[in-house]
């Protein structure tokens, strides 16, 4: 919870005074997102998929996560790839 409303304070942050550090933070923390969610799913295996008291809880973190990682991960790479390309 602590990293989620620090990511808050960073966003607003981010609006008021824009430049191209904010990049490197928005990746630290979807790298902590990320790895909080592969780290929950590997320890709850298919539970994390089943368990009906969190079921919704985590199907909402992978959506939000897998958008991240297509994002600001995946979007650049495809775009760097067509520019290689073309």
Sequence with gaps: ????AVNALVM???LDYPGPVWKWVEN???VIYFSE???R?????Y???YALETILWNYLDMVIVAGGVVDLWMMPLTRLFQS???
């Design 1 to 4: 919870s602590c990293v989620i």
């Design 12 to 14: 607003s942050l981010e």
């Design 28 to 30: 630290a923390f979807l």
């Design 37 to 39: 969610l592969s780290i």
């Design 41 to 45: 799913m590997k320890r709850q295996g």
């Design 47 to 49: 539970a994390f998929y």
């Design 84 to 86: 290689a390309v073309l």
